[in-house]
Nanobody
Framework: QVQLVESGGGSVQPGGSLTLSCAASGSIFSINAMGWSRQASGKQRELVASWTSTDTTNYAGSVKGRFTISRNNTKNTIYLQMNSLKPEDTAVYYC??????????????????WGQGTLITVSA
């Protein structure tokens, strides 16, 4: 099993900054991708940023240049540095993990795991 623990949510004024973190633990054999999606009230969930095992990163157009995703390899933790926050960034942010769970090649299986979500509120 793979577990995700998110932290760092909260409230901030427009123009402010926040950093989210997501720590993956448990029986991790390999990681294909980790990242963040968000869901605003009344809207569909959308991808915000992702990191892949080829060490590439992707961002939604609406956050490009303002958000930065990074990873601590040794801790299986990813971070989302959010700068110049706008009211439209208000949403519940979910961390995700795509990869293999298991202790060895023969027992591994592909899993997609989501965090519990953390609320970001941007308002004056």
């Amino acid at each position: 099993q793979v577990q995700l623990v998110e932290s760092g949510g909260g409230s901030v004024q427009p123009g402010g900054s926040l950093t989210l973190s997501c720590a993956a633990s448990g029986s991790i054999f390999s990681i294909n991708a980790m990242g963040w999606s968000r869901q605003a009230s009344g809207k569909q969930r959308e991808l915000v940023a992702s990191w892949t095992s080829t060490d590439t990163t992707n961002y939604a157009g609406s956050v490009k240049g303002r958000f930065t995703i990074s990873r601590n390899n040794t801790k299986n933790t990813i971070y989302l540095q959010m700068n110049s926050l706008k009211p439209e960034d208000t949403a519940v942010y979910y961390c995700f993990f795509y990869g293999d769970s298991g202790v060895n090649y023969y027992s591994k299986r592909y899993v997609e795991v989501w965090g519990q979500g953390t609320l970001i509120t941007v308002s004056a």
